[in-house]
């Protein structure tokens, strides 16, 4: 599986190197990411949740997503443990960054490279197990993610967040006796579709348009950030699923749902956070940074850490 993971990464990779030469062709700017950035958010996103989720009732499946759910709580509040107790800076400047460290270390980008990903590698059955991760990770996202960067949680992005919604609406659309009509459903699956190649070209774009200031100095925090991301984290994750494995061994598609859990969490630094730096004032360049770094350094580490755990829980 872990070549199928590098294949789809060199996919990915070819499609953002279009979205960097485009973006740098045609001199691209805040403007271009932020309606690209807000068309894939609210309109392909949603409708590929949806297209997901448009599938013939099986309970036995929904208890699976049930399971798929309680595993990413798992993990997340695990690393967000971790991440507490690991960053904690001694002087104020560098204590500003500590709230960026940690958000960092906990959210990945399971949506806009853990969709696309998840879908190379495992299909459609696999996305569908995905969702539970993207659900469980907005809400910790606008709840302590939040709370790390702004002192308080705020409910009203979770209930409007369109991912949860399109989470809630495809599970009322799952247990129906009945499946969308196909005029309605292959418009809806056609623009879902266009989740990868979106994603990868405003993935290319945000690193066209990159400038971060004082990187020297923080080249040892974010060295750091990627030791704990990519490793201690690769680590955490796999022991929370190998456990699972062993626990929990009458879940329908464990294999797959625990595989999917794992990739998720391995993915690179997510883009919210930098989004979250710009609202409240933190250091944008910073958590750019953080995301570039992750983003180059996951091509590696990813495949490597599918490879171990394939080893692992045969």
């Given amino acids: 599986m872990h070549f199928l993971v590098m294949k789809q990464f060199v996919i990915m990779i070819i499609i953002a190197a279009v979205g960097f030469i485009i973006t740098r062709a045609f001199k691209f700017g805040k403007t271009e990411q932020n309606y690209v950035s807000t068309t894939l958010l609210y309109f392909i996103n949603p409708c590929l949740i949806i ?36 960053f904690r800076s001694k002087t104020e400047e560098e204590k500003a960054l500590d709230c960026l460290d940690r958000t960092a270390a906990v959210f ?14 495992l299909g ?10 993207v659900a469980v990770f907005n809400v910790m ?6 709370a ?22 495809g599970i009322v659309i799952f247990c ?57 984290f690769a680590f955490v994750a796999l022991l929370v699923v190998f456990f699972a494995t062993k626990c ?20 690179p630094v997510g883009m919210s956070v930098s989004s979250m730096a710009v609202i409240f004032d933190r250091d944008e360049s910073y958590s750019a940074l953080l995301c570039l770094c992750t983003s180059i350094i996951s091509v590696i580490t990813l495949p490597a850490s599918v490879a171990l755990a394939e080893h692992v829980l045969k």
């Avoid at 990945?108 to 590698?121: A, R």
Wanted: with cysteine; glycine share 6%.
């Fill in 141 to 146: 996202l606008w709840t302590l993610g939040y």
């Fill in 51 to 86: 297209d997901h989720f448009n599938i013939e009732f099986d309970a036995s499946r929904l208890k699976s997503f049930a399971f798929a759910t309680c595993l990413s709580i798992v993990v997340h509040l695990l690393m967000m443990a971790f991440a507490v107790l690991i």
């Fill in 148 to 169: 790390l960067i702004a002192g308080k949680p705020n409910a009203k992005k979770i209930i409007t967040n369109p991912n949860i919604l399109c989470v809630l609406i």
């Fill in 108 to 121: 990945t980008n399971c949506g806009f490279i853990g969709i696309p990903l998840i879908h190379g590698v």
């Fill in 248 to 267: 929990f061994p009458k879940i329908n598609d464990l294999k797959m749902i625990c595989t999917v859990v794992y990739i998720a969490a391995l993915c």
């Fill in 124 to 133: 459609t059955e696999g996305v569908f197990y995905l969702l539970a991760y």
């Fill in 176 to 232: 129906l006796p009945f499946k969308i009509p196909e005029i309605i459903a292959t418009p809806i699956k056609l623009i879902g579709g266009m989740n990868t190649a979106t994603a990868m070209i405003l993935l290319g774009m945000l690193f066209a348009n990159f400038k971060c200031k004082n990187m020297q100095r923080r080249a040892f925090r974010v060295i750091r950030l990627c030791f704990v991301r990519h490793i201690l």
